[in-house]
């Protein structure tokens, strides 16, 4: 069963920009903090950005003052606007819980690749 589904990456040169779209259902969306995360080839997945159900936000160093995430919980989406990027945010972008496995164990959408070239 499909619970989430992110969309929105691409290839963009670095100092470019990208907004990435995550679709929940609304169960999941109305009672869970909220977050992206990221996998770079190689690494482990991190989480990079979170917004509670109130709408607080935090950032992990990385990203901080380039990304704003936001949700919306009337339509159960939440975006990832992602400026300066930088060939180190070369990753495949995941929407999820915070913190994860609170829709199933192990559960993950199929995320979505974001390309940075130098």
């Known amino acids: 069963q499909v619970h989430l589904v992110e969309s929105g990456g691409g290839l963009v040169q670095a100092g470019g920009s990208l907004r990435l779209s995550c679709a929940a259902s609304?169960?999941?969306?109305?009672?869970?903090?909220m977050g992206w995360y990221r996998q770079a080839p190689g690494s482990q997945r991190e989480l990079v950005a979170q917004i509670t159900i109130g709408g607080f936000t935090n950032y992990a160093d990385s990203v901080k003052g380039r990304f704003t995430i936001s949700r919306d919980n009337g339509k159960n989406t939440m975006c990832l606007q992602m400026n300066s990027l930088k060939p180190e945010d070369t990753a495949v972008y995941y929407c999820?819980?915070?913190?994860?496995?609170?829709?199933?164990?192990?559960?993950w959408g199929q995320g979505t690749q974001v390309t940075v070239s130098s």
């Open positions: 609304g169960s999941i969306f109305r009672l869970n903090h």
């Open positions: 999820n819980t915070v913190p994860v496995g609170l829709i199933a164990r192990g559960y």
